[in-house]
């Protein structure tokens, strides 16, 4: 979860905390399938001529 985890941080933290973990918590999103694919598949949508996906 990651919402919650910088959430969290920025409660905690404030501002300077939630900067200090974006990094680290959502580089991990891209190396998900899900979002592979939803890359790929937003990266042909404007050679598909549609305008979603």
């Avoid at 900067?19 to 598949?41: I, M």
């Amino acid at each position: 979860m990651v919402h919650k985890a910088l959430l969290h941080a920025w409660a905690t933290g404030g501002i300077p905390a939630a900067d200090h973990y974006l990094f680290d918590l959502a580089v991990p999103l891209f190396e998900t399938e899900e979002v592979k694919n939803g890359l790929v598949s937003a990266a042909r949508t404007p050679k598909g001529g549609r305008s979603g996906p």
